[in-house]
């Protein structure tokens, strides 16, 4: 891909100014935040190309970002975590959304994984798996769906067996981000098929030296093609008994309490993606000239304009209200599927309407807006689809 977008080079852009910062931005996240913002500018945008052609990241770019305090901000400092709250994490989500990238997994690397580990793991499993996530060393993935169960949890066929000290571990999962470099995965299996959703645990998988293992194809995808999302294929592999994760039978439980917070995740990406591709957009068609005027001067495309803006301003307002709840420890679950559904809604419905006043320029992969249009589809459909999510709110009514 080219590293010019609408004639000028592509960064991590510049933060939209908002009335005031919001509540749960304090002065330690805005400093995180200009740090991930130059972060990726230097170490991630200027290889956008060789990334998408790889399908992942280089090794090197999770340690750096260990390195500069940028992964597992949320998990306590005992743990070589960054003892801080979901506001850190949030701001380096959402410098990464902003650049365009979706290569570097870690947003199910810190916002998911490392807190599974930190909320439900006991504390030898903590000091054994954290501090090498919050450097880099290690690379966390959990692995939810299969082929035939996706957001329907309930019906994976996974299964974990017990054999003395030992989980014996059968099944496949696939669509897994972070799958084809991951050091340790969360598989979700069925240690007691007969009892149905008490019957789902959480097992770590330590994956060097794990006979019966096995990484399957690095998918080939529409968009976010630098993230690694792969197969993984299990055969009579022996996981040891203590890394099992909370109780046995409890892994259900602990998914549905936890998918908020994956939510969540997803729409500070939805939202920061929307604000950096209404920046892209208004600038182009400042410089861009049709019929001897800028093509802003059309009142078609002011109108349009506007109408973005007020999508993108009641989508971040929803967005603050959703993190500020969370901080404070009063989220409930109807508001984070609506959040997740709404604001990737709106993600998807304001890269297509930018993506049009680019004309054929913005089909063209050298412009980031095309990157953003891609990347944005997948937001519909992971951490539970739309049509799931919409189910579920229609429970509480």
Partial sequence: MSTETAGRPVDAGTPPEHEGRPRWMDDEAVALGAVARRFFSDEVVPHFERFDQQKHVDREVWRKAGALGLMCCEVPAEFGGGG??????????????????????NMVHSGVVAHFLAAYGTDEQRARWLPGMATGEVIGSVAMSEPDAGSDLKNIKSRAVRTGDHYVLNG????????GQCDLVIVVAKTDPAAGRDGISLLVLETADAPGFRRGRVLDKLGQRALDTAELFFDDVAVPAGNLL???????????????????????????????????????????????????????????LAELATVVRTSRVFLDDCIERFIAGTRDRTTASMAKWWLTQNQCDVMDRCLQLFGGYGYMREYLISRLYADARAQKIYGGTNEVMKDLISRSL
């Fill in 84 to 105: 801080g709250t979901f506001a850190h994490d949030a701001v380096v989500f959402s410098e990464q959304a902003r650049c365009g990238d979706t290569g570097f997994g």
């Fill in 172 to 179: 496949s999962k696939t669509f897994i981000s972070n799958g």
């Fill in 246 to 304: 909370g109780d046995e039978g409890a892994g259900f439980r602990i998914l549905m309490s936890e998918l908020p917070r994956e939510r969540l995740v997803i729409g500070v990406a939805a939202v920061a993606a929307m604000e950096r591709a209404l920046e892209e957009t208004i600038a182009y068609t400042k410089t861009r000239h049709v019929y001897g005027a800028p093509l802003f001067a059309m009142q078609h495309v002011k109108l349009e």
